[in-house]
């Protein structure tokens, strides 16, 4: 099962090496880890998405509340939230294929940010399954590389698991 966790930290040098050296020591592995400022610039907020059952949860949560910069932990409600990655993606074309590429960006209201005689960089935002759908249909045309940031996400309204 996978698990969507939003933990907030002091913005702090070294609490990302202590919260990824926690998730190495005890063999858990982080599916997702993304890191950024909140509105208050000293905290910093953590998504974290790690798969395993109840047990694994709960001993994640255990450990990251025994790290002192952890100041809250909230697992998120997959149903109850907006999550989006983003997603750059080189995809090799030539210039007959850039018209049916572009469309299909189009379809997933993804941006083309570059162009090169042999090749298109998109841009895309959304879930999970959205980008996977994407990079599905662009793997016939050739994908050069792409990278991924990771999940973000907040619960919608006031609905939050609190741990």
């Known amino acids: 099962m996978t698990h969507i966790l939003s933990v907030s930290v002091l913005n702090k040098p070294g609490v990302l090496t202590r919260v990824a050296g926690l998730f190495s020591r005890r063999n858990f592995n982080i599916e997702s880890l993304n890191v950024g400022k909140t509105e208050n610039p000293e905290i910093s907020r953590m998504t974290i998405v790690v798969k395993g059952d109840q047990k694994v949860l709960e001993q994640v949560t255990k450990q990251l509340h025994k790290l002192i910069n952890v100041l809250k932990i909230t697992e998120l409600d997959k149903s109850a939230i907006v999550e989006r990655d983003l997603i750059l993606i080189r995809v090799k074309c030539t210039r007959k294929q850039r018209s049916e ?14 162009v090169a005689p042999d090749s298109l960089m998109i841009e895309a935002t959304g879930t999970e399954d959205k980008l996977e759908a994407l990079t599905e249909l662009l793997r016939d045309f050739g994908i050069a590389e792409f990278v991924r940031t990771g999940i973000v996400a907040l619960s919608r309204g006031q609905a939050q698991k609190k741990s």
Not at 101 to 114: K, P
């Open 101 to 114: 590429i572009i469309q299909i960006a189009d379809t997933f209201r993804a941006q083309i940010v570059d």
